[in-house]
């Protein structure tokens, strides 16, 4: 009798085993293309859907295993508790480790750029290389340089603003910001549907919770190869954003021609060209 109970005990265990493996959740949802020994992981930026990456990895599936993000919170994806950018980077993190992923390549746009950046500094050993698309390791800095990341930052007003505006408010605010942001006309209203479409608690928080963060000491231990993409405005600031990126001692910088912010939309050749060189090399 011993013996079956025994067994019994051991098939529970390892359906329970089995049932939290396949149940287990991480803040993004993933799209799993492509196939080759290597792999990249897609992380997009902020308020934006993993399909900012189409047309970027339809250049590489043929050679590589792609696994792309999309934020909970984001897109039309359903919102997680306590969102925030180290619970989103603990949880890639996670996925990668718990998917035996192994030495891949991260490539962020914008916060997702910062994403890769802490993922690659809190975890040196768990990433191939990084290919960082417009992102600086501390974007409040770039504005204030004596900026200073609050300990325990109150993100409850801007919380409380965005909740304030109606759906038509909140529109017209992400139509007007992203020209700014975004030169590919073509692309304006794809982009500004992913902003609509994300939870506005989520948006606030994130937004908030991005804005006070600083790597600029942690990218210090990044120890894998690292391509800084930057748009072509950026190199007017030149020692400005490589003195962010002082001790990232990996870094290789390259300036866009031309465009804005979606560097992948706006010189879509001179990118792919980039992260061909560097990806496969």
């Known amino acids: 009798m011993k013996k079956y109970i025994l067994i019994i005990a051991l098939l529970f265990s390892a359906l329970c085993v089995n049932v939290f493996a396949q149940t287990k959740s991480y803040p993004f949802e993933v799209i799993k293309t492509g196939k080759g020994k290597q792999s990249i992981i897609f992380i997009p930026g902020f308020a934006s859907s993993g399909e900012v990456w189409n047309e970027t ?5 043929k050679d590589f295993t792609c696994y792309t993000l999309t934020m909970a919170g984001f897109a039309g994806v359903k919102p997680q508790p306590n969102p925030s950018f180290e619970n989103w980077k603990a949880g890639i993190a996670n996925y990668i480790k718990d998917n035996k992923i192994d030495k891949p390549i991260l490539v962020g746009h914008s916060m997702g750029g910062g994403l890769a950046l802490a993922i690659a500094s809190d975890y040196p050993d768990l990433i191939g290389k990084i290919v960082v698309v417009d992102a600086l390791p501390c ?35 992400q139509k007007q910001t992203m020209p700014r942001l975004l030169q590919d ?28 963060i ?26 400005a954003i490589e003195g962010q990126y002082e001790k990232l001692k990996t870094a ?8 804005l912010h979606f560097i992948m939309y706006d010189d879509k050749e001179w990118y792919l060209a980039q992260l061909n060189n560097f990806i496969k090399s």
Not at 144 to 153: L, Q, R, Y
């Open 214 to 239: 600083d790597l600029r000491e942690r990218i210090s231990a990044i120890k894998c190869p690292s391509l800084i993409l930057l748009e072509s405005y950026f190199i007017n600031l030149k020692p």
């Open 185 to 212: 006309s073509s692309k304006l209203e794809m982009v500004v549907d992913w902003s609509v479409k994300s939870d506005r608690k989520t948006f606030s928080e994130v937004y908030c919770d991005f804005f006070n």
């Open 252 to 259: 290789k910088f390259q300036y866009a021609d031309k465009g």
């Open 139 to 173: 974007l409040a800095a770039l504005s204030d340089p004596s900026f200073k990341s609050k300990e325990n930052n109150d993100c409850s007003p801007m919380v409380t603003q965005m909740a304030a505006m109606n759906e038509t408010q909140f529109y017209d605010m």
């Open 57 to 61: 990895k339809a250049a590489f599936e």
